[in-house]
């Protein structure tokens, strides 16, 4: 296999790596209590400001 086709295959797969990781981890800090009580929090404060 020439060596250009092995790196391009080698970035191919880390960037569907990264991509799989950083999808988990928006995931992860959307559904985190902290997440929701920070919303909440958010909207409380945007309710007494009104």
């Not at 790196?7 to 902290?34: M, Q």
């Amino acid at each position: 296999m020439p060596i250009g086709l092995l790196i391009l295959v080698c970035i191919v797969i880390l960037l569907v790596i990264y991509a799989v990781i950083e999808t988990a981890v928006r995931r992860g800090i959307d559904s985190s209590k902290t997440s929701q009580k920070i919303i909440e929090l958010l909207e409380k404060n945007n309710r007494d400001e009104k």
